[in-house]
């Protein structure tokens, strides 16, 4: 069974960085996608990275692009979600998501596209 364990959620200031870690384990397959993920309140879940493990392509959309970089600890198989610059809009809970094999659902900013999620971990940027 694939588990998926976000660490790394905290407290900074406007300008500020956080290194979130995304720590996957129960993979049967080399081939896995992991996508980060974030929820403010009242607002949709939306992704803001994801990392293909094939050959480590990685997507981002407009709104961290630049800011946001994912990057993977091969030995581990834990994905980081380094975040720059961050500002008052980036606050949220921050998810991982993983999905194994090469055949899935969707965009990969979908919910769908993924089936196994960790339980979340707060980011808040505030002055």
């Known amino acids: 069974q694939v588990q998926v364990v976000e660490s790394g959620g905290g407290s900074v200031q406007p300008g500020g960085s956080l290194r979130l870690s995304c720590a996957a384990s129960?993979?049967?397959?080399?081939?896995?996608?992991i996508g980060w993920f974030r929820q403010a309140p009242g607002k949709e879940r939306e992704g803001v990275s994801c990392f293909f493990s094939s050959d480590g392509t990685t997507y981002y959309p407009d709104s961290v692009k630049g800011r946001f970089i994912t990057s993977r600890d091969s030995t581990k198989t834990t994905v980081y979600l380094q975040m720059n610059n961050l500002k008052p809009d980036d606050t949220a809970v921050y998810y991982c998501?993983?999905?194994?094999?090469?055949?899935?659902?969707?965009?990969?900013?979908?919910?769908?596209?993924?089936?196994?999620w960790g339980q979340g971990t707060q980011v808040t940027v505030s002055s």
């Open positions: 129960g993979f049967t397959s080399k081939y896995y996608v």
């Open positions: 998501a993983a999905a194994e094999g090469t055949s899935y659902r969707g965009s990969y900013f979908s919910t769908a596209f993924y089936d196994y």
